[in-house]
């Protein structure tokens, strides 16, 4: 398969598109715990009470369609070889808990990948909601609408004081999580971002770097999501996380501007020589290209680079991870095969750019 | 200054919650600290697990200094008549069982619930239209009694007679709805 072709099937398409500040945010995502009222949670249930809802959901909602999420497959997760498993858990399709949990369990995917809902992971169903850019009320106002959608043939578990009923404390309520995948160089080469942490937890939000911990956050990508599900209003909370997202919009594009004032020529210097990095080396790691990635993107939104387009950031950061450079090699890499593969790779993605 | 929870210990413990920019000023003396879960552990390193096992036995007295919780046995044994989990599972795992255990441990999760949530313990966002029939119909009750209590005050006797009408009219239903589901 050429690289062109294997692209194309393996980034989802609404990735590929543009939402409002995708300078800066990636994606926005909602997603809804939710519970069936009469049986144990997934934790605690035995093999045949699983295998009971996930029966009942082949059966009313294989192949369904709503609205813009047309024919929704059902994907079980014993069917697949674990390597199926890792991409679609590094597409963010499905959850490492999904797929470590398979024997019952599976994901009821929208075509246009926008959509995962899946059943039997730590509650019954998880409905899973993405937007390309800076969408949270869109997302929100859809989520909501799919969550009626199941419920005309779901009977949910929810209680007049605890709200939606989930096997874990920290979800019910709402059941709702609202997060944002934020691209911040600026605010990190800078440090700023350390500094704002901990003023964002002390808002109920939180921080996470989505290869590492906080502020150790390799490339720059940060998530932020909300942490109390209980109390509030699924629109307060999204109005809350909507709010913090937009202040560090601006403070990144700030950062951004003092930058390119202040050092333009440090800063040019490392967006290409990262570039060089990734247009010429035959080994490397995830960490290291995870960051020049980051200054590529960088240099893509600033202007310096001007014939790729900033979508790579999202396609590369998802296809160099081991899952997917397996599956384009198609057999099984150590981890040292990896870095030579992930080299290639990125070399073969950018030289694409050039042809045209 | 008394304990604004018991209202009969001196209040020890004074702390400033922050919610969602929101200043709360809390007065409470140390047992009823500990009892609602406002204490911190002042430890940075404790998994999200840890945190919530340590909230969960913390039904004993001073549970913090690592007594044992067994000091309760009759609660101890509080075992879900649904799904069979016990307290002691739930403490464990960290995780209910199924939706009946909400109700089975219902008295100690408020203090659990107001840690993990900001000091929330009550929802109060999406009611699901099916599920959620006869709560839909509540909270439409509710409101017409606020207005009835308006219309009172307003001496608007004619539409007040109206709003109460509506509103015996609307209990009837949910009335007819609960027995209904029995």
Request: glycine letters at 8%.
């Given at each position: 398969m050429s690289l062109k072709q294997f692209i194309n099937e393996a980034i989802s398409p609404w990735m590929k598109q543009e939402g409002p500040d995708s300078d800066i945010v990636m994606s926005s995502r909602i997603r809804l715990a939710r519970n069936f009222a009469d049986h144990p949670f997934p934790i605690i249930a035995r093999e045949e009470t699983l295998s009971k809802v996930l029966a009942y959901f082949e059966e009313n909602f294989q192949q369904t369609s709503f609205r813009d999420y047309k024919d929704f497959e059902l994907v079980r997760m014993r069917d697949l070889q674990p390597v199926e498993k890792r991409v679609l858990v590094e597409k963010h399709l499905i959850s490492p808990h999904l797929a470590e949990h398979s024997e019952n369990s599976a994901t009821l995917i929208s075509q246009n990948e926008q959509v995962s809902i899946m059943v039997n992971e730590e509650d019954h169903v998880r409905i899973q909601l993405y937007f390309p850019g800076f969408q949270l009320d869109k997302a929100l106002e859809q989520a909501s609408q799919l969550d009626d959608w199941l419920e005309e043939k779901v009977d949910y578990a929810f209680?007049?004081?605890?709200?939606?009923?989930?096997?874990?404390?920290?979800?019910?309520?709402?059941?709702?999580?609202?997060?944002?995948?934020?691209?911040?160089?600026?605010?990190?080469?800078?440090?700023?971002?350390?500094?704002?942490?901990?003023?964002?937890?002390?808002?109920?939000?939180?921080?996470?770097?989505?290869?590492?911990?906080?502020?150790?956050?390799?490339?720059?990508?940060?998530?932020?999501?909300?942490?109390?599900?209980?109390?509030?209003?699924?629109?307060?909370?999204?109005?809350?996380?909507?709010?913090?997202?937009?202040?560090?919009?601006?403070?990144?594009?700030?950062?951004?501007?003092?930058?390119?004032?202040?050092?333009?020529?440090?800063?040019?210097?490392?967006?290409?020589?990262?570039?060089?990095?990734?247009?010429?080396?035959?080994?490397?790691?995830?960490?290291?290209?995870?960051?020049?990635?980051?200054?590529?993107?960088?240099?893509?939104?600033?202007?310096?680079?001007?014939?790729?387009?900033?979508?790579?950031?999202?396609?590369?950061?998802?296809?160099?991870?081991?899952?997917?450079?397996?599956?384009?090699?198609e057999t099984t890499l150590s981890p040292d095969e990896r870095d030579v593969r992930r080299a290639s790779l990125i070399r073969e993605r950018l030289q694409l750019e050039h042809k045209e | 200054m008394e304990c604004q929870e018991c209202h009969q210990r001196p209040a020890t413990v004074h702390l400033t919650q922050v919610v969602n920019g929101k200043k709360t000023e809390i007065h409470v003396c140390e047992q009823c600290a500990k009892d609602n879960g406002y204490m911190n552990y002042g430890e940075e390193n404790f998994s999200l697990n840890d945190l919530l096992s340590g909230l969960f036995h913390s039904e004993g007295p001073s549970p913090f200094k690592g007594q044992s919780p067994q000091t309760h046995p009759k609660k101890e044994s509080l075992k879900c008549p649904s799904c069979g989990l016990t307290y002691n599972e739930f403490a464990r795992i960290g995780k209910f069982g199924c939706a009946v255990c909400y109700e089975t441990f219902d008295d100690r999760l408020n203090p659990i619930l107001r840690r993990v949530h900001s000091g929330n313990t009550r929802h109060d966002g999406k009611i699901p239209k099916r599920e959620g029939g006869n709560l839909h119909l509540k909270k439409e009750i509710e409101e017409y009694k606020n207005n009835l209590r308006q219309l009172i005050e307003q001496e608007e006797f004619e539409e007040a007679a109206k709003c109460r009408d509506k509103i015996r009219s609307l209990e009837n239903e949910l009335h007819q709805d609960e027995g209904g589901e029995e």
């Open positions: 209680d007049e004081k605890r709200g939606y009923l989930t096997a874990c404390p920290t979800n019910v309520g709402t059941g709702m999580r609202a997060s944002v995948m934020m691209h911040l160089p600026a605010l990190s080469m800078t440090q700023q971002i350390n500094r704002m942490i901990p003023a964002i937890n002390q808002l109920g939000l939180v921080v996470r770097g989505i290869y590492g911990e906080g502020s150790e956050a390799l490339g720059s990508i940060f998530q932020i999501s909300n942490q109390i599900t209980l109390g509030k209003s699924e629109e307060d909370i999204v109005e809350d996380l909507h709010s913090v997202v937009k202040q560090l919009i601006d403070q990144e594009r700030k950062a951004r501007e003092t930058l390119m004032h202040r050092s333009s020529v440090r800063l040019e210097d490392r967006i290409f020589r990262s570039y060089g990095v990734l247009t010429n080396s035959r080994i490397i790691e995830s960490k290291e290209a995870a960051k020049c990635l980051s200054d590529l993107r960088l240099g893509i939104d600033l202007g310096l680079i001007d014939h790729i387009p900033r979508t790579i950031l999202n396609e590369l950061v998802i296809l160099t991870q081991p899952g997917f450079l397996q599956q384009y090699a | -």
